[in-house]
């Protein structure tokens, strides 16, 4: 039974910790919402429900995921993948199949990145209106986009990802997400 909860055969410390790690990251986001409500049309209306909404059809969308994958793929299979959601359409119907979810899966993740990018620019520049960022984050194109200040950060990203290089990709994300979680965790 504790073989399918820690296939890495962690100490239970490290495990306590990753997963503290985790929960938390799984939240950052959610403070994107009211730092993005200048863009959304009706936000006193719109931001509460999609918060709610989104949130909740994420955490159904989650555990059903998980459940099914977990019941479909065997734990040490699973352990070793670094694409599970395209190895259980593999499982399901053929490899090519897993191969465009896997696709679908990294397209929607540099959706993701997009999307935090617009929130970067957008705490920035209200960061530099209030004067508690450099001006250069206030600046914007004819568009109303602060392109400076997406660029800036976006050099930043790109430094500290080099900064933590790891020789496999689970060392990588969890060096990155270790990072993230302890620079919004100080003020």
């Known amino acids: 039974f504790m073989n399918a909860w820690n296939p890495h055969h962690d100490t239970t410390m490290h495990s306590v910790s990753s997963g503290i790690a985790l929960t938390l990251w799984a939240f950052l986001g959610i403070e994107s919402a009211g730092a993005n ?33 977990q019941g479909i793929i065997p734990n040490s299979e699973l352990a070793a993948s670094t694409a599970p959601f395209g190895l ?15 696709l679908a899966a990294v397209i ?62 689970i060392s990588q994300f969890n060096a990155l997400l270790n990072l993230a979680v302890f620079i919004n965790m100080v003020p």
């Open 37 to 69: 409500s200048d863009a959304v049309e009706n936000p006193e209306r719109n931001v509460p429900l999609a918060v709610l909404f989104g949130t909740g059809f994420a955490a159904i969308v989650y555990i059903a995921s998980t459940g099914v994958i």
């Open 88 to 102: 259980v359409f593999s499982h399901m119907f053929n490899p090519t199949v897993g191969n465009i979810v896997t």
């Open 108 to 169: 929607a993740c540099i959706g993701s990145l997009l999307g935090w990018q617009f929130t970067n620019a957008q705490v920035s520049k209200a960061a530099a209106d209030e004067g508690l960022f450099p001006k250069i984050f206030a600046k914007t194109n004819k568009a109303g986009v602060p392109i400076a200040g997406m660029l800036i950060m976006l050099a930043a990203e790109i430094l500290l990802a080099v900064m933590t290089i790891s020789p496999n990709l």
